[in-house]
């Protein structure tokens, strides 16, 4: 109840005032309990595991995507150049779902097309996704074992520049500053190389920096040559995978599926995508047999004992097709194909998962097969950043991020005892956003 003042200015009594007294200090006191709850609540929340902001397989849009122009990637055309193709047309959406769901593509390929990617959307005023497209770019630049320094360092500027454009400030001096400790330490840099990069760098500090910041790079910038100390992370990926042979009964699954979306994609065209059903049918038993050949033909290659890098090989090829099955289950090619994978996605995400750890288990045999400390050590660092990647762009569901990352620091200590420190050692900070790693300041 609220006590007032009576209309004739008379006081109140003195029961009343204590009244009064009492409400308020109550109110007081139930709003320290509920300041302290909220405040407990969000160190709980503040010691989960963070999570990226937007979850890129779930940034997919099915809604958006042009089916007669998705099923082409079924007919085994190359990915890279749908998604050039995609982004050209200005179909975002496709060239998306085309870039994420490829677990083949090389890493300098997915850069650049994601740079592509965030151009398109900013010129789209889909600001969020080009966000995404410029921070997966990160992504990429700082963990992938395989990037020449150059193009690592342009990369990272690019991201950078383009988050300032799409208004992301404080992410676009965090780029940038990545940016920059690749052109002051990473070993194989020309000095105008170096410069280059460290040019675009303050540029983005020039306008979204502090004094400090934009100080320090212009002191890079007229110093002396540098020369960076450690050592460059010599990548030995192209070096694990050799082929297998396969069952031929493989080959006539997937020109069965081949065949069969030929035959809706001439459907559609003929009847602007109506009365498909036959087609859509052919094509949904075409990838449910291929699903379980695969599975089959590969499982029992394995079985047979073959050589490290062809076990590589065949588990990558399985990852492949269990990355395009989870596009077919989440939509990703603009219409329903296999409605027994829609209904178990997590499913789906389970066997990706699996079999990128059965990956990881002979991958650390490769490790351990080098004889020199110093390459078995840049092996193992090369491979925990792969696993991290994978887990960053959604094709590692679930990944351990805080395992990988201790193991991750152990590796670069074992590396630096050796008498090999590296020049460009990552560290773990999980409140971070695509991605979680970041290179030491």
Known sequence: MTYELTPDGKLVSRRRRWAEVLLVIGFFVSLVVALGALAGLYLLRGNEEAAPAVD?????????????LALLQLTDAPAPALAWQAIRAN????????????????????????????????GSQASE??????????????????????????????????????DEPEEAVATAL???LVASRAPGLLPAQRDEILARVEAILRQHGTPEQLRAVRELRRGPLLQPGGVALASQWAHLQEPASLDPILD?????????????????????GQDV???????????????????????????????????????QELRAWQALKLRVALGGFGLRLVPEWEQDVEGIRQELRRTTEQLAVVL???????????????????VLRWLALQGELGLYPAAPFPDLAARLAA???????????????????????????????
């Open 277 to 315: 059903e036959p087609e859509r049918e052919a094509v949904r038993a075409a990838l449910t047999v291929e699903d379980r050949v695969r599975r089959d033909v590969i499982g029992q290659a394995l079985s047979t004992g073959p050589a490290l890098a062809q076990q590589h090989w065949l588990l």
């Open 411 to 441: 590796a670069q200590t074992e590396l630096a005892n050796l008498g090999a420190p590296l020049a460009l050692p990552l560290t773990y900070r999980p409140e971070e956003q695509l991605p979680r790693f970041r290179y030491a300041p």
């Open 91 to 122: 179909e975002l959406a496709l060239a998306y779902a085309t870039i994420q769901f490829d677990a083949r593509m090389e890493n300098g390929q997915r850069a650049s097309l994601l740079l592509l990617l965030g151009q398109g959307y900013r």
């Open 56 to 68: 890129p397989i779930q940034a997919l849009d099915p809604s958006q995507i042009p089916p007669h």
């Open 364 to 382: 650390e045999a490769q490790v351990n097969s080098q004889d020199d400390p110093v390459l078995r050590g840049m092996l193992r660092i090369e």
């Open 178 to 180: 990545q940016a920059q």
């Open 129 to 166: 996704r080009a966000s995404l497209s410029y921070r997966l770019v990160r992504t990429v630049a700082v963990l992938a074992g395989d990037l020449p320094p150059l193009e690592r360092g342009r990369f990272l500027v690019q991201s950078g520049e383009g988050l300032a454009l799409v």
């Open 252 to 272: 006539e699954v997937v020109a069965n599926r081949k065949a069969a979306v030929g035959a809706l994609l001439q459907r559609i065209q003929l009847t602007a």
